[in-house]
T-cell receptor, first 116, second 115 residues
Framework: AQSVSQHNHHVILSEAASLELGCNYS??????LFWYVQYPGQHLQLLLK??????LVKGIKGFEAEFIKSKFSFNLRKPSVQWSDTAEYFC??????????????FGTGTLLAVQP | GAVVSQHPSRVICKSGTSVKIECRSL??????MFWYRQFPKQSLMLMAT?????????EQGVEKDKFLINHASLTLSTLTVTSAHPEDSSFYIC???????????FGPGTRLTVT
């Protein structure tokens, strides 16, 4: 079965520190990859997505992610975090089968706390 | 654009009663909507996929007679938790996919507490 692993469950950083959150998936075929963010008390929002093309994807709020097919990874990065980046981050995968039931498989999430 | 709403945002009910949660896509048509359940400090677990005009597809282990899903229009899907029990207490989140697209847009969630 397809699965998504996020290795860091809880990350604490100081403002201006660099961030990298790991994400690995198990499916060997073509995949679509997503990072979602859930700020405290808010709904899930899409940070960035990869479907095809340039494996380095730029998202909102200065986030980027790199798709490395050989490593089945899609790590999220930000060079300098801010206190407002405190949130829970979810990696997700879906298969572009073209059918009506493209299911998102979520990782377990990483809780990021940025200290001012 | 791409706003999804859920109602109610929070509900408390007594054990044995039924609760209906609505999910609406406000500015787009959603052929497919998804229902998730999120446990504290855990990821989102897909419960079912709701297709407009047809029966929902439930994930393994999800009781379809307990979690009734209706997707009567391109902008509305409902989840009814029947004969709720305390173990059904959770955060229920819906998402909607714009027709022809892969991206899902998420609602704000509904916190269900069964006493």
């Amino acid at each position: 079965a397809q699965s998504v692993s996020q290795h860091n469950h809880h990350v604490i950083l100081s403002e201006a520190a660099s961030l990298e959150l790991g994400c690995n998936y198990s499916y060997g075929g073509t995949v679509n990859l997503f990072w979602y963010v859930q700020y405290p008390g808010q709904h899930l929002q899409l940070l960035l997505k990869y479907f095809s093309g340039d494996p380095l994807v730029k998202g909102i709020k200065g986030f980027e992610a790199e798709f490395i097919k050989s490593k089945f990874s899609f790590n999220l990065r930000k060079p300098s975090v801010q206190w407002s980046d405190t949130a829970e981050y979810f990696c997700a995968v879906t298969r572009p089968s073209g059918g009506a039931t493209n299911k998102l498989i979520f990782g377990t999430g990483t809780l990021l706390a940025v200290q001012p | 654009g791409a706003v999804v709403s859920q109602h109610p945002s929070r509900v408390i009910c007594k054990s044995g009663t039924s609760v209906k949660i609505e999910c609406r896509s406000l500015d787009f048509q959603a052929t497919t909507m998804f229902w998730y359940r999120q446990f504290p400090k855990q990821s989102l677990m897909l419960m079912a996929t709701s297709n407009e005009g047809s029966k929902a597809t439930y994930e393994q282990g999800v009781e379809k007679d307990k979690f009734l899903i209706n997707h009567a229009s391109l902008t509305l899907s409902t989840l009814t938790v029947t004969s709720a029990h305390p173990e059904d207490s959770s955060f229920y989140i819906c998402s909607a996919r714009d027709t022809g697209a892969y991206e899902q847009y998420f609602g704000p969630g509904t916190r269900l507490t069964v006493t």
